[in-house]
């Protein structure tokens, strides 16, 4: 084993920071013989670590820029044997006489290596609290080994680390630092492009069902199914693509402009810290890393979702007459009550069924219960049509069939005021500014879908006329339609006893009958909504669709694999799992892209992306075989993702989580850029981007706080509160974010403090989730050791240096790009983050700074 340091440093007392690894293939036994040796480097671009284990008569090949100062050997038994574990050794010139210096080497029993599996070795210098970081790929067993099938259903290729550190009080902590790539990086991708398609193939098939249309509204619509037909099968050749990745279960940074990888985060791992401290109580703090949500293949050279989406928006309300706009909100609407159309007629259905089932079986309380069923799913169902877009949309249909052409361009009416026709310009603005048509009856949708309620009743009012011909005590109907009920049932004629079924099967075909008229026209009318969408700005539209999709994609799969991780690591704590049925989780993505060049993009894709994750809502369910990968349901406005659990894990849940009660996440974005790229913009560009979304976060983050003081119970407020002071931090976030102070990483750190105090998950992210995340995770950790767990304050620096030498974040199988930025902590006794020192000014900067002097110049003289 090599040991080298830098002469530069000007320390006679050096600290030897070493990986020793140990591989399956290479075991350790008691008589296996560890060399170490060490130089003196005097050439830093010639400073290297090397880990290996020798022969003790074979000597590394030298090296320029560094001088041999020793060496030292041991086996591995007199170690293990030895007093304490713990062995002092000499270390010697190469001839084995001269003794220069004294190297203590111990073992660090960690707690959680378990199936006798071989200790991993550490050293001391005497004289210097330093760690020698051991290596090893074993699974940890935080919480059992009941959890492992679950935790290995979401990650993969586990690399450890395990360090030693002094306290404050001179004791030991040990920590465990572990990086793990996630299975989920092409599940979630793969499970959600096939949502897509589903929802697609829907879709065009609605608007080829919406019957005969004028030749105007029938080309369009052939046009927008061509389109979209190419879309879907753009869609089915990604997926088919991502089927064939087999092999890794991350992308590399190097992959992200791949186009059939688009819809995969990069980088996606977890970073786990465990710390075992000699007085407090165990602990682990989870971050996830990921590459920021983005379309890289799509490329930025028109900005990112932010910035498209409003330009989009601004266009459509600028189209011509011969389209009809439509807000986001209302074409939002008009989704949602399609797909409430979708699942709720099928459940009307099956209840209808149901009860047709319980008057054959002749059981009151059976036909009673059902009744129940049916009337509660009914109401919902004419609730969903209760809109006065699908009134408009009926109307907007009926102009658009042939023969129902205006004569005029129409003029848009308010719903609140009328203007005159000579004062409107002609273009269409308003969904509700079609004109009133004199062949259009706009009662009969009122009377179509009312007819589904008054078939309810006569079904209420027939089951109530039987179930009291039989004996029974009490009837079914409601208290609002029980003045309605007795002259309902007063029309329908006596039948005998054991007619039931066949008494109530002409009303319910009349129920499913009225409920088909009404599913049509809704259908075919919000369709007709959709369309719009579609047709005005083809293919800008689908184009927008799939950048969102890619986007949203890479968010989403970070998201599931950070929630899985804070389930399986909280699951046995009750005020967790209260407040995730009861408020819902924060989760905190930090985001360190400058707001320079094509970063500008990335974190207007990331910002869009992170807030589109409000449309997810997870349901945990009983895992019924050995696959326990998570499934995504629902469609693009409204997700569920169901998480499976093993029987026994499932069990300790509480009772409104094992009965599918919809757990919800609220994501916020707190972003600031720290590389050099960011130094040319705070001096030369813009950084709005970074303030309005920090404040927008802010925003959001504060109505968390207040949602979860409001409905938590007391008695956990006030203990809450008692270890917490989190309306303090908020106050400090808020004049952090106003302040506007340059690279204020203060945000960061307040920011991710809170999450960790409101039972939050975490995420760091840059353009690659390689140097500026490992370089901000490492800092965090250092910083979680001094401030929870009582690292010495002289230790701090060697500790952030010792984790960055040896660091598990984010890139273990890259290079690194330059995406230059450094995240340090010059003042041990602070708790904050600090910049080292400026950024070295790029040429970049210099070029800059040249033209323009050179223009002010010629202005100046002109």
Not at 299 to 321: A, D, I, V
Not at 700 to 723: A, G, N, R, T, V
Not at 805 to 830: F, H, I, M, V, Y
Request: with cysteine.
């Amino acid at each position: 084993m090599n040991h080298s340091w830098n002469s530069s440093l000007g320390t006679r007392d050096p600290l030897f920071l070493t990986g020793v690894t140990f591989p399956s293939e290479y075991p350790i036994y008691e008589e296996t013989k560890i060399k170490l040796t060490v130089y003196d480097v005097k050439d830093k671009s010639h400073d290297t670590v090397r880990t290996s284990v020798l022969p003790e008569h074979k000597d590394p090949p030298p090296e320029v820029g560094r001088s041999f100062l020793g060496y030292a050997s041991f086996k591995v038994g007199e170690l293990l044997k030895s007093k304490e574990q713990l062995l002092a050794l000499s270390l010697r010139t190469s001839d084995g006489g001269k003794v220069v210096g004294t190297i203590e080497v111990s073992v660090v029993k960690m707690g959680e290596i378990e199936d006798g599996e071989a200790d991993h070795i550490t050293t001391d210098v005497q004289g210097q609290k330093c760690a020698l970081v051991c290596e090893c790929t074993a699974p940890e067993s935080v919480s059992g080994k009941d959890n492992l099938p679950f935790l290995n259903s979401v990650l993969k290729n586990p690399v450890c680390k395990l360090y030693r550190f002094p306290t404050s009080d001179n004791k030991w902590m040990r920590i465990r630092e572990q990086m793990s790539e996630s299975i989920l990086s092409f599940h979630i991708p793969k499970e959600l492009i096939s949502l897509h398609i589903k929802e697609d193939l829907c879709r065009n098939q609605e608007i080829k069902e919406l019957g005969e249309l004028s030749p105007h509204w029938d080309n369009l619509r052939k046009n927008v199914l061509t389109h979209c037909d190419q879309m879907v099968n753009m869609y089915q050749d990604i997926l088919t693509e991502l089927s064939k990745e087999t092999g890794s279960s991350f992308k590399s940074s190097s992959s992200k402009g791949e186009k059939t990888l688009e819809f995969v985060p990069v980088n996606l791992h977890l970073q786990r810290m465990q710390v075992h401290s000699p007085h407090l109580k165990d602990a682990l703090y989870d971050v996830i890393t990921v590459g920021a949500p983005a379309a890289h293949f799509q490329g930025f050279k028109n900005g990112g979702l932010r910035k498209l989406l409003h330009r989009f928006e601004t266009e459509r309300r600028n189209t011509g007459y011969q389209f009809i706009y439509y807000s986001p909100e209302n074409t939002a609407k008009a989704k949602e009550v399609l797909s409430n159309i979708n699942q709720l007629q099928p459940l009307v259905a099956t209840h209808a069924d149901l009860l047709l089932n319980s008057a054959s079986q002749h059981s009151p309380d059976s036909l009673k219960n059902s009744l129940k069923m049916l009337s509660e799913k009914t109401e919902l169902f004419v609730h969903a049509f209760k809109d006065q877009l699908v009134r408009s949309a009926l109307l907007a249909l009926y102009t658009a069939r042939p023969g129902g052409v205006l004569k005029k361009p129409p003029s848009p009416k308010s719903s609140t005021e009328e203007s005159s026709p000579q004062e409107q310009p002609p273009l269409m603005r308003r969904q509700d500014s079609i004109p009133h048509h004199s062949d259009y009856d706009e009662e009969e949708w009122d009377r179509v879908w009312a007819n589904v309620g008054k078939s309810l009743n006569c079904i209420i009012a027939m089951v109530d006329k039987l179930i009291e011909r039989d004996g029974g005590s009490e009837g079914s109907g409601s208290n609002n339609d029980g003045e309605k009920e007795p002259s309902l049932a007063d029309s329908i004629p006596s039948h005998p006893r054991e007619d039931w079924y066949e008494q109530l099967y002409p009303l319910i075909l009349t129920l499913k009958d009225c409920m088909g008229e009404v599913v049509n026209r809704a259908k075919q009318s919000l369709t007709f909504v959709l369309l719009q969408e579609l047709a005005y700005s083809l293919p800008q539209c689908l184009m927008l669709t799939l950048r969102r999709d890619i986007v949203f994609s890479q968010a989403l799969a970070g998201l599931v694999c950070g929630f899985i991780i804070k389930l399986q690591t909280s699951l046995y704590d009750p005020g967790f799992l209260q407040q995730l049925h009861t408020v819902g989780l924060i989760v905190q993505y930090e985001g360190l892209l400058s707001t320079y060049s094509d970063e500008i993009g990335m974190l207007e894709d990331m910002a869009v992306g992170i807030s589109d994750l409000k449309k997810v809502a997870f349901k945990i369910i009983e895992a019924k075989s050995n696959d326990v990968l998570p499934v995504i349901t629902g469609r693009r406005e409204h997700y569920v993702v169901e998480v499976k659990l093993p029987a026994r894990m499932f069990e300790s849940l509480p009772l409104q989580i094992k009965e599918g009660q919809l757990l919800h996440v609220y994501p916020v974005l707190f972003n600031v850029g720290i590389n050099e790229q960011q130094t040319l913009a705070e001096r030369f560009g813009d950084v709005s981007l970074q303030e309005s979304i920090n404040q927008e976060n802010f925003e959001l983050l504060q109505e968390y706080y207040k949602i979860f003081m409001e409905k938590m119970p007391p008695d956990y407020i006030s203990h809450f509160q008692e270890q917490n002071d989190l309306k303090a931090l908020l106050e400090n976030l808020h004049q952090n974010i106003q302040s506007k102070k340059r690279k204020n990483v203060e945000i960061m750190w307040l920011a991710a403090t809170i999450c960790r105090k409101l039972n939050g998950i975490r995420f760091t992210c840059c353009k690659s989730a390689k140097d500026r995340t490992s370089m901000s995770v490492t800092l965090e950790q250092c910083s979680i050791l001094r401030d929870e767990h009582q690292l010495h304050k002289d230790f701090f620096i060697r500790a952030l240096d010792c984790m960055r030498s040896r660091q598990t974040q984010g890139a273990l199988n890259e290079s690194d790009d330059p995406e230059t930025g450094c995240l340090t902590d010059n003042k041990p006794t602070s708790r904050h983050f600090y910049p080292v020192a400026l950024l070295l000014v790029s040429s970049h900067l210099l070029v800059v700074w040249l033209i323009l002097s050179l223009a002010l110049l010629l202005a100046k003289y002109q």
